[in-house]
């Protein structure tokens, strides 16, 4: 079975830093894109980055110079380190990720979702 586990959320002051992870586990041919999403209550869910199996990268406009999304391949786990925080980045963020699995027909991606976790910026 496949999952994505996030981890490093928490309650941090404004003007302060969080890093996330999340790590893909189970059986599995290879990764394509990973990233973070997010969800503040009352909101629908977006795009916060992404990242490519090749490092490319891609950011919410609003979030370019504060967010910086990275990966371990051979970790399989991609990070998002955020700086400079405010209230209204606090929201649950959630992983994603494009992951080949070998199926009855050969290779096939499947989106898969972590369980979110919990970031609160308030003093």
């Known amino acids: 079975q496949v999952q994505l586990v996030e981890s490093g959320g928490g309650l941090v002051q404004p003007g302060g830093s969080l890093r996330l992870s999340c790590a893909a586990s189970g059986s599995m041919f290879s990764i394509n894109a990973m990233g973070w999403y997010r969800q503040a209550p009352g909101k629908q869910r977006e795009l916060v980055a992404t990242?490519?199996?090749?490092?490319?990268?891609n950011y919410a406009d609003s979030l370019k110079g504060r967010f910086t999304i990275s990966r371990d391949n051979a970790k399989n786990t991609v990070y998002l380190q955020m700086n400079s925080l405010q209230p209204e980045d606090t929201a649950v963020y959630y992983c994603?990720?494009?992951?080949?699995?070998?199926?009855?027909?050969?290779?096939?991606?499947?989106?898969?979702w972590g369980q979110g976790t919990q970031v609160t910026v308030s003093s």
């Open positions: 990242v490519t199996s090749q490092g490319s990268t």
């Open positions: 994603n990720g494009d992951l080949v699995r070998v199926g009855p027909g050969g290779l096939r991606s499947y989106d898969y």
